[in-house]
């Protein structure tokens, strides 16, 4: 067990729609980073908080934002849902805002979002 | 642009025997390669990191080597166990903008175990 919590673990929405995630990081960890993983890809980093502040943005549309809490969980919001969509979302913690320093990443085990 | 390529895609080795898996990246300016292993329908777990001055580094039966010459990477994999089927997935860390690192994954490989 990672100690990183993801609710929920599956949702199924229609298009058009705007949906939450939900992350808990490891206990101490003051970094999440959120990534999308569709079928066959690799992992894409969306965006990293680091206590309660943005730190670095990836390949995050528009239409997706995030927030980090000041009890460091964190949200993923996707609104104006499209087929495209439809992935594996992953939230990753870690005790620094830099890797640099060889942290690992700890993972939670993903929100499966179908989008019809 | 960085990338990261595996090989093979996928890999079907009997139980008890050893494999090896690669990864080719091209991310500059290369911090540490990571290799993880991801099950079915969970989150990567972390096999190992390695910085630029570390050639091999071990965890169990898993043994990755980096050549940051040539800008590659193996993951062996000894005695398999069933509970080795997964996909691995290699990571390069480049230093971004402002000290932020940005990870790029490849698209990992899927071993299968038979018994």
């Known amino acids: 067990d990672s100690g990183v919590t993801q609710t929920p673990k599956h949702l199924i929405t229609a298009t058009g729609q705007r949906v939450t995630l939900r992350c808990s990081p490891r206990?101490?960890?003051?970094?999440v980073y959120w990534y999308q993983q569709s079928l066959d890809q690799g992992l894409q980093f969306l965006i990293q908080?680091?206590?309660?502040?943005?730190?670095a943005k990836g390949n995050i549309l528009e239409r997706f934002s995030a927030q980090q809490f000041p009890d460091l969980h964190s949200e993923l919001n996707l609104s104006s849902l499209e087929l495209g969509d439809s992935a594996l979302y992953f939230c990753?913690?870690?005790?620094?805002?830099?890797?640099?320093?060889?942290?690992?990443?700890?993972f939670g085990n993903g929100t499966r979002l179908t989008v019809t | 642009k960085n990338q990261v390529e595996q090989s093979p895609q996928s890999l079907i080795i009997l139980e008890g025997k050893n494999c090896t898996l690669q990864?080719?990246?091209?991310?500059?300016?290369?911090?540490?390669l990571r290799w993880y292993k991801q099950d079915t329908g969970r989150g990567p777990v972390s096999l190992t990191i390695?910085?630029?001055?570390?050639n091999t580094k071990s965890n169990g039966r898993y043994t990755a080597t980096l050549d940051a010459d040539t800008k590659q990477s193996s993951l062996h994999i000894t005695a398999s166990q069933l509970s080795d089927s997964a996909s691995y997935i290699c990571?390069?860390?480049?230093?971004?903008?402002?000290?932020?690192?940005?990870?790029?994954f490849g698209t990992g490989t899927r071993l299968t175990i038979i018994p």
């Open positions: 990753a913690s870690s005790s620094v805002g830099d890797l640099r320093y060889n942290s690992p990443l700890h």
């Open positions: 206990s101490g960890d003051l970094s």
């Open positions: 908080y680091y206590n309660g502040e943005e730190r």
């Open positions: 990864c080719n990246y091209t991310v500059s300016p290369f911090s540490n």
């Open positions: 390695m910085t630029f001055s570390e």
């Open positions: 990571v390069v860390s480049a230093q971004g903008n402002f000290g932020n690192e940005k990870l790029t």
